[in-house]
């Protein structure tokens, strides 16, 4: 599994993105401009020292993540889509892509691929949308459910009524790196 976000803003968002992908083994696409540089304080904070077990991938802008990810891998997930979660199907290779924090998803993507974009159903009515974090992990678990993966759901499970996980630390990956997936 891959999550890119595209142009994202927060610091604090998307380090803990990269803390959900260094759990899951899911790979991390940035999309620039990014509104914070990768050294960022906030953002190491919010990840952790989990950034050497995160496949990071930084794309210099839009057309360069397009020419290194196939279209029929991605998966659009906005606030303003139609078509709720629980119509997505997923693969193993699936790239979920994200809109940013003040922005969300881009309109023309919207308009270009209205049946592979969806939404996360928020039945209040409160709220216009979910943190940028918070969607993805919602998004990720259901994807990894749907694929018969629900070991990380089930380690994360145990782990909150008190077992222990005898899991070996993840490998390091490394820094993040620029250049096709």
Request: proline share 8%; net charge positive.
């Amino acid at each position: 599994m891959h999550i890119a976000l595209i142009e994202p803003k927060i610091p604090p968002n998307t380090g803990n993105i990269a803390r959900l992908c260094a759990a899951t083994d899911t790979s991390l696409h940035l999309i620039e401009p990014l509104g914070f540089s990768i050294s960022d304080a906030e953002l190491k904070r919010a990840g952790l020292d989990y950034w050497d077990a995160v496949d990071c991938w930084v794309h210099p802008g839009w057309r360069s993540f397009r020419e290194a990810i196939s279209r029929d891998r991605c998966l659009y997930f906005s606030a303003r889509a139609t078509r709720p979660l629980s119509e997505a199907r997923f693969r193993p290779n699936t790239v979920l892509v994200f809109g940013n924090e003040t922005d969300g998803m881009p309109e023309r993507i919207l308009d270009k691929h209205p049946d592979e974009c969806f939404t996360i159903p928020m039945p209040s009515g409160k709220v216009r949308s979910l943190n940028l974090s918070t969607a993805a992990g919602i998004v990720l678990y259901e994807a990894l459910q749907q694929l018969g993966q629900t070991e990380a759901a089930a380690v994360a499970g145990g782990l909150a009524k008190g077992a222990s996980s005898e899991k070996p630390a993840p490998k390091r990956r490394g820094r993040p790196r620029r250049g096709p997936a």
